[in-house]
C-alpha cells in the first residue's frame, strides 16, 4: 500500500479464530480466551462472537446442556413442554448475563439439563446420542422462535452480535472454567449477523470455529442432506459441524481421517504416498467427494478431551500455535498466544492440510 493511502483503507482479514487447552485437564477461568480473542478486535466487525468451553458443568455431567435462544415466553412455553414429552428435566433456567451498552437486542437465553427418556430411546430404537440429534435438527427446522446453539455434555457455547470480548463479558466467562476454550470473531462477508449465525456452532459436544468461506458450500449441504441434516442458519460454516459429526460419530472415522476428507491431498500428491497411504486416501476421496471443503479456510474443532485445528490444502487462512508446559494455544495470530500465554513455546504453523490435534491426558477430566 502507498505511503497516500495506508491507514486510510480497511483491509478485512476474515474472523478471527482462537483455543486453549490444559493437557493436564487444568480448569482455566474465562478471562484469559477473551484476553486472547479481544487482542485480535481487528479481524471482527462487531456482528458475532462466541464461545466454547468444556468441563464448566461438572454436577450435571451426565445431563445433555441445552442453550436456547427463544424469541418470547410463549416461544420458550412450546419448547418447555416438546421437551418434557420426550426428557427428565433435571434442571432448567435462564443462562446468567449483564447488561452492557455493546450487547442489544438480546433474546432470552435459557439452559435445560436434560437426559432421554428410557422409553422413548426404546420407542425410537436409537441410542441416545441420534436421538438428540434429531431432535435438535427438528427443533431448529421446525420450531420458529426457538434455536437450541448447545446440546452437548459438561460443556456449553455462548455466543452473540457483537464484538467477541463484549460476548465474553455479557455472559460473565470470568465466572466459568474450562479445560479447554475455543472462541470467535465474526467477520461475515455474505451472510447475515445475526444470534444464531455466530459461531461457535454445535452439534452434542463438537464445535466448530471458522475463519474463512466455503465455495464448495452448496455441493456439501447436498450431501450431508441426504442424511438427515438440515442447514437452516443462514451461514456457509453451519455445514462443517454436520459434516464433523456424520463422519466422527456415523462414519466412525479417525480425525487424521476427518482431516484426509475435508482437506483432502491432491490426486498427485496422493499418488507420491506409499501404497497403503494410497488405498486409504484414494478410499476417502472417492466415497465422501462430496465432503471435500473448497474454499480459503481455518477451522478448530472442539470435543471432549481435546481438539483439532486445520488449515485447508492451500493455506489461504493463517493459523499458529504455542504450547507452554501443560497449555497449548491456537489463534489466528501469534499476538493472541502471546496474550494468553506470554512465555509460551515451540511456535509453529501447521501446514495446509496437516491436523493438528491435542488431547487432554486420560483420566485428567
Request: net charge neutral; glycine share 8%; with cysteine.
Amino acid at each position: 500500500m502507498d505511503r497516500e493511502r495506508e491507514g486510510s483503507v480497511r483491509i478485512p482479514a476474515d474472523c478471527a479464530i482462537a483455543a486453549l487447552i490444559s493437557k493436564e485437564g487444568r480448569m482455566i477461568a474465562g478471562d484469559v480466551i477473551i484476553r486472547g480473542i479481544a487482542t485480535m478486535h481487528d479481524r471482527s466487525n462487531g456482528l458475532g462472537g462466541g464461545f466454547a468451553a468444556y468441563g464448566i458443568y461438572p454436577e450435571h455431567r451426565d445431563q445433555y446442556a441445552l442453550h436456547i435462544f427463544f424469541d418470547n415466553k410463549d416461544r420458550r412455553s412450546v419448547c418447555e413442554g416438546i421437551l418434557r414429552e420426550s426428557f427428565e428435566v433435571v434442571r432448567a433456567e435462564r443462562i446468567p448475563t449483564r447488561r452492557i451498552p455493546a450487547i442489544t437486542d438480546e433474546p432470552l437465553i435459557w439452559r435445560y439439563f436434560v437426559s432421554p427418556l428410557r422409553s422413548v430411546l426404546a420407542a425410537a430404537q436409537q441410542d441416545e446420542e441420534e436421538y438428540m440429534v434429531r431432535t435438535v435438527t427438528k427443533l431448529n427446522a421446525e420450531l420458529s422462535g426457538c434455536y437450541v446453539f448447545s446440546c452437548g455434555k459438561n460443556m456449553g457455547i455462548f455466543k452473540a452480535v457483537g464484538f467477541p470480548e463484549d460476548v465474553g463479558t455479557f455472559y460473565r466467562l470470568e465466572e466459568y472454567k474450562a479445560y479447554s476454550w475455543t472462541a470467535h470473531g465474526r467477520y461475515p462477508t455474505s451472510t447475515p449477523g445475526w444470534w444464531g449465525g455466530a459461531h461457535p456452532f454445535g452439534l452434542l459436544d463438537r464445535t466448530i470455529v471458522h475463519n474463512g468461506e466455503i465455495s464448495s458450500y452448496d455441493a456439501n449441504r447436498r450431501f450431508i442432506e441426504m442424511y438427515g441434516y438440515k442447514c437452516t442458519l443462514q451461514t456457509d460454516t453451519e455445514v462443517i459441524t454436520y459434516i464433523a459429526d456424520f463422519l466422527l460419530r456415523r462414519q466412525k472415522l479417525s480425525l487424521h481421517e476427518l482431516a484426509a476428507v475435508i482437506a483432502a491431498p491432491f490426486w498427485d500428491t496422493i499418488a507420491r504416498k506409499d501404497p497403503a497411504a494410497q488405498k486409504i486416501h484414494t478410499y476417502l476421496r472417492t466415497v465422501f467427494a462430496g465432503l471435500l471443503i473448497t474454499g480459503p479456510f481455518s477451522i478448530i474443532l472442539g470435543y471432549t478431551g481435546g481438539m483439532m485445528a486445520l488449515n485447508n490444502r492451500l493455506k489461504l487462512r493463517s493459523l499458529v500455535t504455542g504450547s507452554k508446559d501443560d497449555c497449548v494455544c491456537i489463534a489466528s495470530e501469534e499476538a493472541a498466544i502471546r496474550a494468553m500465554e506470554p512465555d509460551a513455546e515451540n511456535i509453529y504453523a501447521p501446514a495446509g492440510g496437516e491436523p493438528f490435534i491435542v488431547n487432554v491426558k486420560e483420566g485428567c477430566f
